[in-house]
């Protein structure tokens, strides 16, 4: 099992360019979350998906981010247009039914 | 709202003590409690997952109790070593949600 995969690993983008991140959950589990990691907030849940359907988007910054899961098997997060306090590393996690959370090695975006 | 507090936020011991880190939750309904392992720069690691009915696990060289109704979980390491330094986050999962709420995690050094 190759765990959940995230990329790119690093990015580093320009105020006002599109970014995309991507994720791969384990193969099986339901429910994938993107969550952002901050020095000043800590971890904190973007949007969740269960059967690929989003349930919770109340912690989505702004309109700039979308997340979307066409399949069981990939993900995306969208920032458009990218701002310097987007900087932060953002991270997926995937979760069977009534187990614990998986998390993936996580994309550190600088927007400069 | 559910808050998730960890004291100490950094600890430096020598190596081959036992110590033990402190979780703090303020709403007991939760669902289950889990610790995570992050090494600078990389993801979160699982290393317990214990759920509401449950009062610890075990694994190796870790130990983790659960007070519901205390809101209080702690980990303990078993004679420490250098390889154990890391940040150590507890992240509880509230009942009915899939959400979970983070603390700001304990920065942990074991010194030779």
């Known amino acids: 099992d190759a765990g959940v995969i995230q990329s790119p690993r690093h990015e580093v983008t320009e105020m006002g360019q599109e970014v995309t991140l991507r994720c791969k959950p384990i193969?099986?589990?339901?429910?994938l979350f993107w969550y952002r990691q901050t020095m000043m907030r800590g971890l904190e849940l973007l949007i969740y998906?269960?059967?690929?359907?989003?349930?919770?988007d109340s912690g989505m910054p702004e309109d700039r981010f979308s997340a979307k899961m066409p399949n069981a098997s990939f993900s995306t997060l969208k920032i458009q247009p990218s701002e310097p306090r987007d900087s932060a590393v953002y991270f997926c996690?995937?979760?069977?039914?009534?187990?614990?959370?998986?998390f993936g090695s996580g994309t550190r975006l600088t927007v400069v | 709202k559910q808050e998730v507090t960890q004291i100490p936020a950094a600890l430096s011991v020598p190596e081959g003590e036992n110590l033990v880190l402190n979780c703090s939750f303020t709403?007991?309904?939760?669902?289950?409690l889990q610790w995570f392992r992050q090494d600078p720069g990389k993801g979160l690691t699982s290393l317990l997952l214990?759920?509401?009915?449950?009062r610890e696990q075990t694994s190796g060289r870790l130990n983790a109790s659960l007070d519901k109704s205390s809101g209080r979980s702690t980990l303990y390491i078993a004679a420490s070593q250098p390889g154990d330094s890391a940040t150590y986050l507890c992240?509880?999962?509230?009942?009915?949600?899939?959400?979970?709420?983070f603390g700001k995690g304990t920065k942990l050094t074991v010194n030779p």
């Open positions: 996690a995937s979760r069977p039914n009534n187990y614990g959370y998986t």
């Open positions: 193969s099986g589990h339901n429910s």
């Open positions: 998906f269960n059967n690929n359907v989003p349930i919770d």
């Open positions: 709403d007991s309904a939760i669902y289950n």
């Open positions: 214990i759920q509401s009915s449950q």
């Open positions: 992240a509880v999962r509230q009942g009915g949600s899939e959400k979970l709420v």
